[in-house]
């Protein structure tokens, strides 16, 4: 079993930064040799989008990704010894508000933003005020 929590959630007012956290806990985790994981984030009414992915294993250098409208803003990182992922976001803008969810799944050979991930957090909730 495999479990996904986020924290970090909050308001803000525009341009202002937030960091998330999502703490991955089971055993069945640490049996991958490589990993994808990555934050999505969804308004109601609205589909869910993918904003940052990140490819990790234990002998490459990791390989992060971003959607359009989050790159250069948003940046994704994780601490291994803690397996933790991290969602720093910088520059905030109300249309960035949202349930922000992580996820991640053992590296089956395919590492994108459109992945479908085996685990899912349940989300934490973000407010841009302008």
């Known amino acids: 079993q495999v479990e996904l929590g986020e924290s970090g959630g909050g308001s803000v007012q525009a341009g202002g930064s937030l960091r998330l956290s999502c703490q991955v806990s089971?055993?069945?985790?640490?049996?991958?040799?490589?990993?994808?994981m990555g934050w999505s984030r969804q308004i109601p009414g609205q589909e869910r989008e993918a904003v940052a992915g990140i490819y990790f294993d234990e002998d490459a250098d990791d390989n992060k990704f971003y959607a359009a409208s989050v790159k250069g803003r948003f940046t994704i990182s994780r601490n291994s010894a803690k397996d933790t992922l991290y969602l720093q976001m910088n520059d905030l803008k109300p249309e960035d508000a949202g349930t922000y969810y992580c996820?991640?799944?053992?590296?089956?050979?395919?590492?994108?933003?459109?992945?479908?991930?085996?685990?899912w957090g349940q989300g934490t909730q973000v407010t841009v005020s302008s």
């Open positions: 089971g055993s069945r985790w640490r049996r991958y040799r490589a990993y994808c």
């Open positions: 996820a991640g799944e053992g590296y089956d050979g395919s590492c994108r933003l459109e992945s479908t991930f085996d685990y």
